[in-house]
């Protein structure tokens, strides 16, 4: 399983519980759509902390092969992560932005038709000017 799909399904703290801890025990998901969902800031909080303990983990990885991949032993983080409509706020930004100052893995981030606010903006745009690394190409 590479990409979940599980936009428009209702769930919250609980089910962000357990798509955390399927990422924590290394399911392998690359892709994460979970837009329109009722998160908010706690469900938000647990996911960034799962999702970037990914990273942490294929980064260590790769540095411990020399940045060389064995295909036996692909190391999996999320590279697109879709959050639209999930009713965040500034405390879910900055959850968000605290994954976001050392991934380097994610490539599409989904934000649309939240309540993110100017301090939420701004959260977002310092931990991406932070990292240098993150190989960011789409931000909805």
């Given at each position: 399983l590479r990409k979940l799909y599980l936009?428009?399904?209702?769930?919250?703290?609980k089910g962000a519980m357990a798509i955390a801890g399927a990422i924590l025990h290394g399911c392998g998901l690359a892709g994460l759509h979970l837009s329109a969902n009722k998160l908010g800031p706690a469900?938000?909080?647990v996911l960034a902390g799962a999702v970037a303990e990914m990273d942490i983990r294929r980064q260590h990885m790769l540095s411990r092969q020399?940045?060389?991949?064995?295909?036996?032993?692909?190391?999996?983080?999320?590279?697109?992560?879709?959050?639209?409509s999930?009713?965040?706020?500034s405390q879910g930004v900055?959850?968000?932005?605290?994954?976001l100052v050392s991934n380097q893995s994610l490539q599409v981030l989904d934000l649309s038709n939240n309540e993110i606010d100017d301090r939420g903006?701004?959260?977002?745009?310092?931990?991406?000017?932070q990292n240098k690394k993150i190989?960011?190409?789409?931000?909805?």
């Open positions: 936009a428009g399904n209702d769930f919250k703290l469900g938000m909080k020399g940045g060389i991949v064995i295909a036996a032993v692909k190391p999996i983080a999320i590279q697109d992560l879709h959050l639209g999930i009713s965040m706020n900055a959850a968000l932005s605290s994954m903006i701004a959260l977002l745009s310092q931990a991406l000017a190989p960011l190409t789409t931000v909805h």
